[in-house]
């Protein structure tokens, strides 16, 4: 993701010829790289409306459901599904031959977040 080879966080003064500018942040490089999974994780409308759909339910969605409800192959379901569990978004169980899919507690708070800024934009 970066060409940077440190852990050290990204918060150290970028100096312009002047020696006048300053700018960071007090993320880590693994932070940052959390971050910027879970996002992408989140920029594809099959994994996004996936995770809603999901996060919707009472007990979990299994894989079957998810196939139609998005109008996509199974593959690209489960291309969908398992990057959103790569990226701490969702839990999987099995349970004889289906697996089932709940948000995590992450997700949940991600999405209440998204739909509250929806929310006060649209005041």
């Excluded at 940077?4 to 007090?26: I, K």
């Excluded at 996060?55 to 996509?72: D, F, H, I, T, Y």
Aim: hydrophobic fraction near 35%.
């Amino acid at each position: 993701m970066s060409d940077r080879t440190t852990s050290q966080p990204l918060n150290a003064s970028v100096q312009g010829p002047s020696d006048c500018c300053e700018a960071g942040h007090s993320l880590s490089e693994r932070a940052l790289a959390e971050d910027i999974q879970t996002l992408t994780a989140l920029g594809n409308d099959n994994r996004y409306e996936a995770l809603r759909l999901i996060a919707e339910a009472e007990n979990g969605v299994c894989v079957c459901e998810l196939e139609p409800a998005l109008g996509v192959t199974q593959g690209a379901v489960s291309q969908a599904l398992s990057r959103l569990y790569t990226a701490g978004l969702v839990t999987r169980r099995k349970e004889g031959r289906w697996r089932y899919y709940s948000a995590t507690e992450s997700a949940e708070r991600l999405l209440n977040v998204l739909d509250e800024i929806r929310a006060f934009d649209n005041e």
